[in-house]
């Protein structure tokens, strides 16, 4: 849990028929990451493979036509969980051959049902505009017996018919009003067909909107829309078997389209993964990084496929040079318990740990949480947020992380709405197992400041463990080491005996003054010293030494440094009192809440605008300043605590699935 979990470096070589074989293997373990051969030495050498590119497009085009069927069934629900990964290879045929039975069998009817629907929708969008025309009683059949008159209808905005009329004084025409609808006229316009043009740009530059009439329509405008309407019926009839179809075909294909699709997306993964791998004449080599628990697995597993025709290697990291050197980093992946693990996003964001350092998602997760908890104290609250927690973990499956940290958080929450008295503002109905913020602003700052002095202390411990796994000894007298976490305590013990029991006797701070000027001196010359040996040994084995500043010059920056170092110590610890500023805020928006509610039941303390405005106020507090304190707490994690020993620069693991759906997206 404080450790990423442990890797081997595997190296497979595989004969290229059971290649495939390999390929679904490896996809049932998922946890392989993989290592691009050509930062190998035989990727420099040319032996890289290719990527099948006929079996790759076969699977292109089976992804294009499940996905068709899904789109067109409008299938939504979740991907089942495949029974085990495809074998390229193999299984093409048997898939290919179960969707085009489904398309044989899906198509026509998805045909049918469109061109119903399409011609049912043209069918009442047409009625529809027919309908305009009804109170003037157009007659299609004169109309079209018109020889030198040119006629359209549509709607006009009805502040622009004096600028249409004005526009066209220079031609015969007539524009005559059928009905109004709001501010839009439906109108029918006329004039000579030599003049056809000259009125059709009028009308554009009006904004007349036509209604797009067909051509052929003969009879009174009533009794083209009756024939129209008597037409309906049938087609909603094919409209509605082709949905009830559409409803057959989904509930019968809906699982096997789903797992067709996710079958075909992970044996196109699988197969652009081979342009990491190597090949010499009929040999595959591929290597990659594999926890080892799941080592022994999965050298059974390829054996067993292959008929003990491949090699499968492990090599452990401290065996591996580059890796000692730091020119391979170990990619990390995460070994956290499902209550944890949500918080490795947030780990995440801030950087990834190298492989020596802890892991520090169980303390991010432990302190966010006693944070957000303490600024955010409300049991009502805490209530609402669990809730909303668990809604989210249970019906919203993509964002089930998120779900689980609303319920911690709203669990701390409602724990500290005990400890404060609070319920939904309401401070009479249960009492205060420990303090209320708004009462004991003092003792509370007091507490936010000694929790910040506990994760500060906290950070500079781990910043210690990770010099020591690092073997980087001589940061141990730098300001983020031993000598900057004792010159910390000190004056942290200090500020701690004159709380507890007043200011500290004469002996007390000499001796505090003298240990403190000791390790300011230590951490102004360490760095200094450190360059001069550096200087001095090149020098002894015949090596130029490269350009550096001066001696004085760096004493400088030494002491600058170190005087930031400790200033920023003190800006850190204060940084905390911010817990019990946003608990007081908290505890401050109720009262203006439940001042608003007075004020809009003039001071009734009852009714239903009371009470409504009681549950907007609260609403308002949750989501606001939930938002807030979340971006506070955060603020605090990163900028105060993992700023004392994270130095990040590592590499996320990534599985072979995972990092190839990343690239080809």
């Known amino acids: 849990m404080f450790r990423p979990v442990k890797l081997f470096r595997v190296t497979i070589q595989v004969p290229d028929k059971y290649m495939s074989q390999v390929l679904g293997i490896l996809g049932d373990f998922k946890l392989l990451h993989l290592i691009n051969i050509n930062e190998t030495q035989l990727g420099k050498l040319g032996y890289v493979a290719g990527v099948r590119t006929d079996l790759l497009n076969r699977y292109e085009k089976v992804l294009e036509r499940v996905s068709r069927l899904v789109r067109e069934l409008e299938i939504s629900e979740p991907v089942p969980p495949l029974p085990r990964a ?156 082709a949905q009830e179809a559409k409803e057959e075909f989904r509930s019968r294909f809906s699982q096997t389209l789903l797992l067709l699709r996710e079958q075909a997306y992970v044996a196109r993964i699988l197969l652009k993964a081979q342009a990491r791998f190597g090949k010499i004449d009929h040999t595959y080599l591929l290597t990659g990084w594999l926890p080892v628990h799941l080592y022994e697995r999965l050298r059974d597993s390829i054996m067993k496929a292959t008929d003990g025709q491949a090699i499968v290697d492990k090599v452990d990291p401290e065996d591996i040079r580059e890796v000692r050197e730091g020119i391979i980093k170990i990619p990390i992946l995460f070994n956290n318990p499902l209550l944890i693990r949500p918080f490795e996003k947030l780990t995440s964001l801030y950087g990834t740990p190298s492989y020596q350092e802890v892991e520090p998602t169980v303390f991010l997760a432990l302190s966010f949480v006693l944070l957000f908890g303490m600024m955010f104290g409300d049991v009502g609250h805490g209530l609402v947020l669990f809730l909303a927690g668990l809604y989210i973990f249970r019906r919203l499956y993509r964002y089930m992380d998120y779900g689980i940290i609303l319920m911690e958080c709203g669990v701390s929450s409602a724990l500290f709405g005990i400890l404060y008295g609070s319920v939904f503002g309401l401070e009479d109905i249960i009492p205060a197992l420990w303090l209320h913020p708004m009462k004991d602003i003092n003792r509370f700052m007091m507490v936010s400041a000694a929790i910040g002095v506990g994760m500060i202390s906290l950070g500079l411990i781990l910043n210690l463990i990770n010099i020591f796994r690092r073997k980087k000894y001589a940061e141990l007298l730098s300001a983020g080491g031993l000598v900057g976490a004792l010159l910390y305590w000190l004056l942290a013990g200090l500020a701690i005996r004159y709380v507890l029991s007043g200011p500290p006797a004469p002996i007390e701070i000499n001796i505090a003054k003298a240990v403190s000027g000791l390790l300011l001196l230590i951490m102004i010359v360490e760095r200094p010293l450190r360059a001069l040996m550096k200087r001095r040994k090149a020098r002894s084995k015949g090596i130029k030494p490269a350009q550096q500043a001066g001696l004085g010059t760096m004493i400088l920056e030494s002491v600058i440094e170190a005087l930031d170092s400790v200033l920023r110590f003190l800006a850190n610890t204060v940084s905390f009192v911010r817990v019990a500023a946003f608990a007081l805020t908290h505890a401050a928006l109720f009262v203006g809440v439940f001042s608003i509610a007075d004020m809009v039941s003039h001071g009734s303390g009852s009714g239903v605008p009371y009470y409504l405005t009681l549950v907007i106020g609260n609403l308002v507090i949750i989501i606001l300043e939930g938002m807030v304190v979340s971006i506070q707490t955060i603020r605090l994690e990163y900028y105060e605590f993992f700023s004392k020993f994270f130095r990040g620069g590592g590499e996320p693991f990534q599985p072979i699935v995972a990092r190839e759906s990343e690239e080809s997206s």
Do not use: W
């Open 86 to 241: 495809p074998r390229p290879e193999k299984d093409i045929y048997e898939m290919e051959e179960r969707l085009s039975g489904i398309e044989e069998e899906v198509s026509s009817y998805l045909a049918e049902g469109k061109r119903a629907e399409k011609e049912l929708k043209k069918k009442q969008e047409l009625i529809s505009r027919l309908s305009l025309l009804e109170p003037a009683g157009i007659d299609f059949s004169r109309l079209s017996a018109l020889r030198f008159v040119y006629c359209t209808f549509g709607m006009l905005p009805a502040e622009n018919l004096d600028r249409l009329e004005e526009s066209l004084s220079d031609i015969h025409h007539s524009l005559v009003k059928i009905s109004e609808q709001k501010d839009r006229l439906v109108m029918a316009a006329f004039c000579l067909k030599q003049d056809k043009d000259v009125l059709d740009r009028a009308l554009r530059s009006a904004f007349f909107q036509e209604l797009e009439i067909p051509p052929g329509l003969s009879g009174p405008v009533s009794q083209v829309i009756k024939e129209f309407q008597e037409e309906l019926p049938g087609l909603e009839e094919k409209a509605r078997a």
